[in-house]
């Protein structure tokens, strides 16, 4: 049996960002968690448990930016640019997984402030995100690549 393509698992299209992921899987969730499942039949609560497991490696995968461009090199119609992306590039493509919340408003300042060319304010926004979430691979690429500017 082939695995699921974790795009169609959570109903979202190929390239979506980070938040349209997030916010399919919250819906996913609150669909299959298995806790809401508990009144139903043993194959049923199985049933969604495995569902379940698939939303959730789907939701690990497009949320990490490097495991995510490594995921989508594998699909049918990858191009070769999509397989040889860099980390950075494959971090600014997709939001930058993130394992603490607390660097969530850091990176998005950060992200909006390369947008619009301040690369000192991006490079502080980075400085605290990385001091919320120290030794993020996502979040070190996007520095240096600031720094690099």
């Known amino acids: 049996m082939s695995k699921p393509d974790h795009y169609a698992v959570l109903g979202v299209p190929r390239g979506a960002a980070a938040e349209a992921v997030r916010d399919a899987f919250h819906a996913f969730a609150r669909r299959y968690h298995p806790d809401r499942w508990m009144q139903h039949t043993e194959a049923e609560r199985e049933a969604a448990a495995r569902t379940y497991r ?64 301040d690369l000192r304010n991006a490079k502080l926004n980075l400085t605290l995100a990385l001091n919320a979430d120290p030794g993020n691979p996502a979040i070190e690429a996007l520095f240096r690549e600031v720094s690099a500017r």
């Open 54 to 117: 698939q939303g959730a490696e789907a939701y690990r995968v497009l949320m990490d930016p490097a495991a995510r461009a490594e995921y989508d090199a594998t699909l049918p119609g990858a191009t070769k640019a999509a397989a040889s992306r860099s980390p950075a590039q494959a971090a600014n493509a997709s939001a930058v997984a993130l394992r603490h919340p607390r660097a969530r408003p850091f990176v998005q300042q950060a992200q909006a402030a390369m947008r619009s060319g």
